[in-house]
């Protein structure tokens, strides 16, 4: 891999690299990055994961290179502590909860202390605090050079430093509003590079589709009233009806809020004037009210828009909101689909491409290619593609890696989505003897997924078992949020009179609390079963004996309701293809694969991977889906899985206490193997 990272440096192109776990892919694009001498960017796709390379991997190669180079970090502007919004808050805190007070109160005591605003490093920090945006800024309410604090900036600060350095570590959102800024016309956020790595590619087109499609909140709307009216009344007060004028907007916003019903969790489908399920008269006129209202403040707010930045940039933000008023009463652009969300309180309005691919394919500089040309070899078409080039000639290098990329050897379900057509294709496998380490067991007397009841019930009784006779230790994925509670409720009943293991569910806890505890038990001897779904699938890493049994409810086919699955479908079948064979199993075998990769991850871990949907085996896409498993071995009959939780079980019992040593050798006869 290395190699191949190596030559795409050089000789400019794009490279499409899927690394089995354990192939050390971040040493294997940052070694030829950082001994390269070109200026590289590098983009994941969490903060977690830049954080990692930043302040562990890269140091460590810098030493163990003997090499020089300036490297910065560049996250999202809600990332970096805004000290303007700070000294607002504070200004503001008259009848602000006790909450608000004490957090304003300790993001201010470390204000004194840090050096790179970066609000992650403040003591006690979560992520997903409710009181974040109070002191953080937004791409909408930032002032820019413009604001009284500017000089004291870390955003500011952090992309000089980004500006300067020979490698940028980002992350996909980043990377994606950068190209907005670009394509805007306004300056560049990020330096200009020769060379780009996205690591865990494969949560790149949906990122991109986010942010290249228009979406519009009810939450939007109505936090930008509340900030014009507070801001009025602060700066403008009596030179303009501002309670008014807020309130025409925020009952126009009621209105087609209203429009939608009660439905809560769910995306509904918007094919015609208006959503599913909403008049198409009324729903229009909603939108049409909510496009005068704003058109009545944006015009008040400009009238006093030049006594402050501020007043300016709301002025800004509410033409904004003008017209995306006016785009949702439109029909959509073409090759887009739109729908809407609905949350607890939010209703969130969505057109999206359906993938990345027509907008990036200008961007990679790759040469145009025939349909279908990225399933002929991509070794063949390599050398020919015609390569986009830097102001000085060089030409552009993209290397896109990631453990799960595609289900065939091509990698065209993630080429044709991000426009890559013509890249070099290389697949690295798992150096894992996953033969050994491992075991996949298929029930044979598995009750049928549509039995949702019997089936749930069926998962948590197979789980438990594996999880009483392990202490623990077991992971159970569910592909939907009511199977999540079902075998969550199931498993816990079931585990009742196990004081040792406790069952851990996701949802009840913050998803870094349920990690930390599961990982490294708070209590010696204390298990912990984990049912959950979702992110879980991806990015839950737990190395060594703390987890030695994933439990997957069903094959993880995405949605088939979901407007935008629906939508992608449909191109597939107008084209003459099977949107089941193109869409759906390449999706679930993605899915699968990265369920299946939370269970080994190093090359000591052992462990058994149950998969609890008869239809793996009953039907002619399972050989497909199990083909793109890791090869571990196979097993069908539950005596055979009992007898592999046993060895599990009796090789902890031999780390923990020496004198096992004689009853492993009983039960298992070769410790080396989970399978002798």
């Not at 200026?39 to 190669?61: E, G, N």
Request: hydrophobic fraction near 40%.
């Amino acid at each position: 891999m290395a190699t191949a990272v190596a030559q795409t440096l050089e000789e400019g192109g794009a490279l499409v690299v899927e690394a089995g776990t354990g192939v050390g892919k971040t040493f294997a694009y940052l070694i030829p990055a950082l001994l390269s001498g070109e200026r590289v960017l590098v983009s994941t796709a969490t903060k977690a994961l830049q954080d990692q390379i930043y302040f562990r991997d890269l140091p460590f190669l810098r030493k163990a290179l003997g090499i020089s180079l300036d490297a910065a970090l560049l996250k999202g502007r809600s990332s970096y502590l805004c000290p303007y919004r700070l000294e607002l808050a504070e200004s503001e805190l008259d009848g602000a909860s006790t909450a608000e007070v004490r957090w304003v109160g300790q993001v201010r005591k470390w204000s004194a202390t840090t050096v790179t605003g970066d609000m992650s490093e403040m003591p006690g920090f979560v992520e997903r605090s409710p009181h974040l945006p109070l002191v953080t800024s937004t791409r909408e309410n930032c002032l820019g050079a413009q604001c009284p604090s500017f000089t004291q900036c870390y955003v500011n600060k952090a992309r000089k430093e980004a500006l300067a350095a020979d490698l940028v570590v980002i992350n996909h959102h980043l990377f994606f509003a950068d190209l907005q800024v670009r394509e805007s016309g306004m300056a560049e956020l990020l330096p200009s590079v020769r060379a780009v790595v996205v690591d865990e590619a494969h949560q790149f087109n949906e990122t991109g589709v986010n942010f290249l499609g228009e979406q519009w909140s009810n939450s939007q709307v109505l936090d930008f009233a509340r900030e014009v009216l507070r801001t009025g009344n602060k700066l403008a007060r009596g030179l303009g009806d501002w309670a008014q004028l807020v309130f025409k907007v925020d009952e126009a916003c009621k209105r087609w809020m209203r429009c939608l019903g009660d439905g809560t969790h769910t995306r509904i489908n918007w094919g015609d004037a208006a959503p599913e399920g909403a008049d198409d008269k009324e729903w229009q006129e909603s939108l049409q009210e909510q496009a005068q209202a704003l058109e009545e403040l944006e015009q008040a707010l400009h009238k006093v828009a030049a006594s402050s930045p501020e007043l300016a940039r709301l002025e800004e933000r509410c033409h904004i909101h003008g017209q995306k008023a006016q785009l949702f009463q439109t029909k959509p652009k073409a090759g887009r689909v739109r729908w809407v969300e609905l949350g607890s309180v939010t209703i969130r309005m969505v057109e999206s491409p359906l993938d990345i691919a027509a907008d990036m394919r200008a961007h990679w500089g790759l040469a145009s290619t025939l349909e279908g040309q990225a399933e002929a070899s991509p070794a063949a078409a390599h050398p020919a593609q015609s390569k986009r080039t830097t102001d000085d000639g060089a030409s552009h290098a993209w290397i896109f890696t990631s453990a799960t990329l595609g289900a065939d050897p091509q990698l065209s379900h993630f080429t044709q989505a991000c426009g890559l057509d013509g890249a070099q294709v290389l697949q690295v496998p798992s150096p894992f003897n996953y033969t050994k380490q491992s075991v996949l067991y298929v029930p044979a007397d598995m009750p049928d997924p549509k039995e949702v009841a019997r089936h749930g019930q069926a998962v948590a009784l197979l789980a438990a078992e594996g999880a009483r006779a392990l202490g623990g230790r077991t992971l159970v994925l569910t592909t939907t949020l009511k199977a999540l509670r079902l075998i969550g409720d199931a498993l816990r009943e079931a585990l009742l009179a196990i004081d040792s293991v406790e069952v851990l569910i996701q949802g009840e806890q913050s998803k870094q609390r349920l990690m930390e505890k599961f990982r490294a038990p708070e209590t010696p001897g204390k298990g912990y079963v984990l049912v959950a779904s979702a992110t879980f699938w991806e990015g839950f890493d737990v190395p060594g004996d703390a987890l030695q049994l994933v439990v997957i409810d069903k094959l993880p086919f995405p949605p088939p309701h979901d407007p935008l699955i629906q939508a992608r479908a449909r191109k597939y079948e107008e084209a003459g293809q099977s949107s089941f064979a193109r869409l759906f199993v390449p999706e679930a075998a993605i899915a699968l694969k990265q369920g299946a990769g939370r269970l080994i991850r190093t090359e000591t871990d052992k462990g058994i991977l149950v998969l609890c949907d008869p239809r793996v085996v009953q039907k002619g896409y399972g050989k497909q889906l199990l083909a793109n498993l890791p090869p571990m071995s196979r097993m069908r009959s539950a005596a055979n899985f009992s007898e592999a939780v046993a060895r599990l079980a009796a090789s902890n019992a031999a780390t923990a206490t020496p004198r096992a040593q004689k009853a492993v050798a009983a039960v298992s006869g070769d410790e080396a193997s989970l399978t002798d």
